[in-house]
């Protein structure tokens, strides 16, 4: 299968799968909060990654339900067939690789999604509105699209490291060069407008913690595994050196000590729903 470049800032080695994976046992409770099913949905997962959110998501429905998972990176498709069937949970997601801008639909399965859902990935795209097109196309009349995404300017450790400042600026500007949007989760209700799917919830998901909290290790090292993710990319672009990187990191292992340490960051979460195209109009 023909599938565009990646511009997943970092990567699919074995390192970052462990982020990933990590990440999830962060967020996938408090997203699984804000989605209510009545247990019959057909739900397809965009981006889906290892697949665990979607296991979750397939979990909380009875046996009418279907969840579909959509990966482009083959890495992380292969590890999310293999986490799902060493969980003996082969059974609960319908895995397939593909595009966000082609999604790898039958004819019969456009229009016939209760929910689309997609979490970090149109920050990784060069072209959001392309992707949300196709989740418009695949969700029916009166089903909702969910983006999860972020907005990097709300990353606000306290006490703030030295030097943080410095490292995150280099690492918004790397999205940049690759042609990708670090704010993106400010203008997700804009995309689900600009898509023909009315705007009808806005809200967040807080991952943050404070020193003290059982999660807050998995928090902060999550920090410094996303920047040490991009290192490469931020070097080679001449947006840090190497020794700033390193004195850098450095003060954030040291951060991460201290007894008043805290991180505030919280997911946008928008929700459309699709309305036949006359009302649609109409509304516009």
């Not at 408090?30 to 209510?36: Q, R």
């Not at 046996?63 to 069937?85: H, M, P, S, W, Y």
């Not at 600009?194 to 290790?217: I, W």
Request: overall charge negative; some cysteine; aromatic content about 8%.
């Amino acid at each position: 299968m023909e599938l565009p470049e990646a511009k997943y800032i970092h990567g699919s080695h074995e390192e970052e799968q462990t982020r990933l994976s990590r990440l999830n046992t962060i967020l996938n409770d408090a997203c699984m909060e804000k989605m209510h099913f009545s247990g019959k949905e057909r739900i397809l997962d965009v981006g889906c990654g290892l697949g665990q959110f979607s296991r979750h998501i397939s979990k909380q429905l009875n046996k009418e339900g279907v969840v579909v998972g959509i990966e482009r990176d083959v890495q992380q498709f292969n590890k999310a067939c293999a986490l799902a069937e060493e969980a003996q949970e082969a059974h609960l997601v319908n895995f397939r690789l593909g595009s966000a801008y082609d999604l790898p639909l039958e004819p019969a399965e456009w229009q016939s999604f209760d929910v689309v859902f997609t979490r970090f990935l149109l920050e990784h795209l060069a072209e959001p509105s392309k992707a949300v097109a196709q989740m418009a196309k695949a969700v029916k009349i009166g089903g909702k699209v969910i983006l999860t995404d972020d907005d990097h300017a709300t990353y606000r450790p306290s006490p703030e490291p030295l030097g943080f400042s410095i490292i995150w600026t280099a690492y918004v500007r790397s999205y940049e060069r690759l042609g990708n949007d670090p704010f993106i989760g400010r203008k997700l209700v804009s995309l689900l407008h600009e898509n023909e799917l009315k705007p009808s919830r806005l809200t967040s998901v807080f991952f943050g913690a404070c020193q003290g909290e059982d999660k807050f290790e998995l928090v902060a090292t999550n920090l410094v595994g996303i920047l040490e993710g991009a290192e490469t990319l931020m070097i080679r672009e001449g947006l840090i050196s190497k020794p700033s990187f390193d004195k850098c990191i450095k003060e954030l292992q040291e951060w991460m000590l201290l007894p008043d340490a805290a991180l505030f960051y919280s997911i946008d979460w928008a929700e459309g729903t699709k309305l036949p195209n006359n009302k649609t109009q109409l509304e516009r």
